[in-house]
């Protein structure tokens, strides 16, 4: 059974912090997503990792993929209160998506 | 735009009764997923079906039902024996399913609550 989890849950830092979230997941995986919702609304899709040792980078956010380790990492570069939100990796599986509890990331000013 | 459109986007259910999510999706994609999500257990999968008049069951597909006759639409029935129906449920949709390069698209979610 594919078994997806992050950590930290809840995460609280200062602005101008660098932070990273964490992902792992139990089985071999084709793929593996990363999203952002606010509070009240819905997904909003960040990264797709397709392979070990993929890494994207979008402004203070950047993901990689280690397929060996089933580890996916989120870093968090020089945090803005923009950034708060709850981040989910999505891990791909014989046509299922399964979810992480998700990590709620609160950026104080 | 193209886009997934979830509707009503907050739902009462009394008790007995059966409810219908409505899913409607013009991305012309394959692939659609129905999530239930609770505060602190983030998005646990209830069906997803691959193409049209077919479709699997999730991790907790007990107490609700789906049906998949056009490409475009994928509704999810909340049943009476769905005890606990209270949450957020979200659609998505993809290209192509687990295999795809391309992220799920999400409607904007129903909150169904009890009366």
């Known amino acids: 059974e594919l078994k997806v989890e992050q950590n930290p849950l809840f995460l609280s830092m200062q602005e101008g912090k660098n932070y990273t979230i964490y992902c792992n997941y139990s089985t071999t995986s084709d793929r593996l997503y990363w999203y952002r919702q606010d509070p009240g609304k819905s997904l909003e899709s960040l990264f797709v990792?397709?392979?070990?040792?993929a890494v994207k980078q979008e402004g203070r956010l950047m993901a990689s993929l280690d397929t060996k380790a089933r580890l996916s990492t989120l870093h968090i570069t020089a945090a803005v209160h923009d950034l708060s939100a709850t981040y989910f990796c999505a891990v791909s599986r014989d046509d299922k998506i399964i979810f992480g509890k998700g990590t709620r990331l609160h950026i104080l000013p | 735009d193209g886009g997934i459109t979830q509707s009503p986007k907050y739902l009462f259910r009394k008790e007995g009764q059966n409810v219908t999510l409505s899913c409607e999706q013009n991305?012309?994609?394959?692939?659609m997923y129905w999530y239930r999500q609770d505060p602190g257990q983030g998005l646990r999968l209830i069906y997803y079906?691959?193409?049209?008049?077919?479709?699997q069951k999730g991790d907790i597909a007990e107490g609700y039902s789906v049906s998949r006759e056009k490409k475009e639409s994928f509704p999810l029935t909340v049943t009476s024996a769905q005890k606990n129906p209270t949450a957020f449920y979200l659609c998505?949709?993809?290209?192509?399913?687990?295999?795809?390069?391309?992220?799920?698209?999400f409607g904007d979610g129903t909150r169904l609550s009890i009366l």
């Open positions: 998505a949709s993809s290209i192509e399913g687990g295999n795809s390069n391309q992220p799920q698209h």
């Open positions: 990792l397709l392979s070990n040792g």
């Open positions: 991305l012309n994609h394959d692939a």
């Open positions: 079906s691959q193409i049209v008049n077919d479709f």
